[in-house]
């Protein structure tokens, strides 16, 4: 008897409320494509770098033919610059992870924020959520979204490798935005 009191009851609720909703005309905006160029300046091993292991899997040398150790979590803030110049100005930064996922290779798979901090696209930023085969000296990813002027990004970025020693990597962006 209480569980039929409940079903009547329930079935009450259902039909009293109602969803609500105002359908509006969509009006979509220009598409813009925005070609940005800078470099990504990563410091390895200093007093003060700007990549660092957080984590490694414990794997035996045996299984990992790669000259770097499968599953190592890599965190980032990496300033971007105008140049490949240590004193460059610095127009933003590169905020993420970076895992290297390859067992046999050293592909890595990144997850990063480039914030700009000055000049016309001070506020906004894009996202890179991609494989990175990072031995290759020329390669590309895939942007999968933004913010401030970039919203709903989506395009790529061709990475060129400018100046890697044990302690400095300089990577040259062009990247292709599609946006709103």
Do not use: C
Not at 45 to 65: D, G, L, R
Not at 92 to 102: K, M
């Amino acid at each position: 008897m209480l569980i039929w009191i409940l079903i009547i009851y329930l079935s009450q609720v259902a039909v009293q409320s109602q969803y609500y909703s105002k359908s509006l005309p969509y009006h979509p905006k220009p598409v813009k494509v925005t070609n940005l160029h800078f470099f990504f300046h990563e410091t390895l091993s200093s007093k003060n770098p700007t990549t660092v292991e957080i984590a490694q899997v414990n794997i035996p040398s045996n299984h990992n033919n790669s000259s770097v150790p499968f599953a190592t979590l890599y965190a980032l803030d990496d300033p971007l610059k105008i140049g490949s110049e240590h004193d460059s100005e610095v127009i933003g930064n590169a905020q993420g992870l970076t895992v290297l996922a390859g067992t046999n290779t050293t592909d890595a798979v990144m997850y990063v924020d480039f914030g700009f901090t000055s000049g016309k696209f001070k506020g906004s930023s894009i996202s890179i959520f991609s494989r990175n085969p990072i031995r290759e000296i020329e390669r590309e990813v895939a942007v999968i979204g933004g913010r401030g002027q970039f919203k709903m990004a989506t395009g790529f970025a061709l990475l060129k490798a400018y100046f890697i020693n044990d302690t400095n990597v300089i990577i040259e962006y062009n990247v292709t935005v599609i946006h709103y």
